[in-house]
C-alpha cells in the first residue's frame, strides 16, 4: 500500500500563506487523482481540492480562489498552496488516493487572528 507522508503545516497569522506538501510512494501515483482533505476540531473530514492524472483540479467553493492543488508526478508529490488563510481553515490536512481509503498522519494548520 502506497505511503503519503504530508508536511508544511505550522502556526501563521490570518493573511499569511501556506504551502502543504505531500510525498507518496508507488509505481501508480502518476495515474491516480490526488486529493487534499482537511478536518477541522469537533467537524467532520472534508474534501478541499483534488487533481485528476491529466491534472483538471476541483475544489471546495469554500477555498476557490484561495488555495492551488499541484502534482508533480516525477517527484510523486501534490502540493497545496493556501493564501490570504484565515482562522476558520484552522484543521489537520491530510492527502489520499481519491479512490483509496489510504490516510497520511496529516499535517497540522492553525491560522491565528
Known amino acids: 500500500q502506497a505511503q503519503l507522508v504530508e508536511s508544511g503545516g505550522g502556526l501563521v497569522q490570518s493573511g499569511e500563506s501556506l504551502r502543504l506538501s505531500c510525498a507518496a510512494s508507488g509505481s501508480l501515483f502518476r495515474i491516480v487523482a490526488m486529493g487534499w482533505y482537511r478536518q477541522a476540531p469537533g467537524k467532520q473530514r472534508e474534501l478541499v481540492a483534488y487533481v485528476t492524472a491529466s491534472g483538471t483540479t476541483v475544489y471546495a467553493d469554500s477555498v476557490k480562489g484561495r488555495f492551488t492543488i499541484s502534482r508533480d508526478n516525477a517527484k510523486k508529490t501534490v502540493y497545496l498552496q493556501m493564501n490570504s488563510l484565515k482562522p476558520e481553515v484552522t484543521a489537520v490536512y491530510y492527502c489520499?488516493?481519491?479512490?483509496?481509503?489510504?490516510w497520511g498522519q496529516g499535517t497540522t494548520v492553525t491560522v491565528s487572528s
Open positions: 489520499k488516493r481519491v479512490d483509496g481509503d489510504n
